[in-house]
């Protein structure tokens, strides 16, 4: 007689046997497992919904509907170009000329618009992005008045110079009326280690600002050259926008930083006070009577902006790279170092 033995699930030995194990409905780790998929899931329908609701609420907005005063940031380094990888809900980054451009052009042709406040946050970076910026600002028909935070050095002031009136506060750091380019040299360190660039030119000066030789008596006077000239157009901005005469902008623009109460005392600056200062005092050049309401012209994120910025952020190391990649090159720069 032919006898059939039939093995239990619980009794399963082997590969088959925890397979039958695992699959069971009852088992502790696929239901651990599924837990895991379920809130990953809800998770992230939660921020695709906060992300739809964001977007949907600032189409809705509509900018504003009675005569306000627009409020434009230029608020980190200062670099050429529309950016796009700044956090849309922590703010870093850096300040785009192009996009700023763009908002103070928005801000011009707007109707309710009767004034602009550049808040101003920022120690300078870019010549080209800087002057971007700052002959935008000379071109506006209504009133500009800088809003100086925390720090506007440099290219910082460079950008307010143009402004009809600029405020600061008693601790702004300012001035820093300069330029500046710098060059690492590693030519030590790599006949340490034994490295020898090999250079192909088909100049003497082609290879400028290689970091692996000294520079030459020549280049250093053509490296001088282009500084002085973005030093003059400096002094002309500053003498323009503040009625100076430009002997007494070179006294005080040797590149020193100040205050706000020095550079008040310098006629850098027309008045102290704070943001709010400055848009009651906007709204009273643009005509508003009262408490003026403000519209913020800011580079709106996409969805994936808004997801994606949810759970990362630029790290530090991120941010200095940002700024190392920005003057590659040997950028010219309005900076305060």
């Known amino acids: ?147 100086m935070g925390s720090m506007a050095a440099s290219g910082g002031y460079f950008v307010s110079a143009p402004a009809d009136e600029i405020w600061a506060s008693p601790h702004t750091l300012t001035c820093s009326i300069g330029v500046i380019i710098e060059l690492l040299n590693y030519d030590k360190l790599a006949a340490d280690y034994g490295v020898e660039a090999v250079v192909y030119k088909s100049g003497a000066n082609k290879d400028m600002g290689n970091p692996f030789r000294q520079a030459t008596p020549e280049e250093e006077q053509i490296w001088q050259a282009m500084i002085d000239e973005a030093y003059d157009a400096f002094v002309t901005v500053v003498a323009s926008g503040r009625d100076l005469a430009e002997e007494r902008v070179r006294e005080i623009a040797d590149g020193r930083v100040c205050t706000g109460q020095q550079a008040l005392a310098l006629k850098l600056v027309d008045k102290l006070g704070y943001l709010p200062d400055v848009i009651k005092r906007a709204g009273e050049l643009g005509g508003i009577e009262g408490d003026p309401p403000t519209i913020e012209y800011q580079q709106q994120p996409g969805l994936w902006d808004l997801l994606t910025s949810a759970v990362t952020h630029r790290t530090l190391g991120e941010e200095i790279q940002q700024l190392i990649d920005s003057r590659a090159g040997a950028t010219l720069m309005y900076l305060y170092r």
């Open 1 to 147: 007689m032919n006898r059939t033995t039939t093995l239990e699930p619980t009794q399963a030995s082997g590969k088959n046997g925890e397979s039958a194990m695992l699959g069971s409905p009852g088992n502790p780790l696929a239901l651990r497992k599924s837990c895991i998929l379920w809130i990953a899931a809800i998770a992230f329908l939660m921020l695709l919904g906060c992300g739809l609701i964001f977007a949907l609420m600032s189409n809705l907005s509509g900018g504003p509907q009675e005569a306000s005063v627009a409020l434009i940031h230029i608020e980190g380094t200062i670099l050429p170009g529309k950016g796009g990888n700044s956090n849309p809900l922590t703010g870093s980054g850096g300040a785009y000329s192009t996009t700023i451009v763009d908002q103070l052009k928005q801000a011009a042709e707007n109707e309710l618009v009767k004034a602009v406040v550049l808040v101003v946050d920022s120690p300078g970076g870019s010549v080209y992005a800087s002057d971007e910026i700052a002959r935008q600002v000379a071109a506006m028909e209504k009133p500009v008045l800088s809003a």
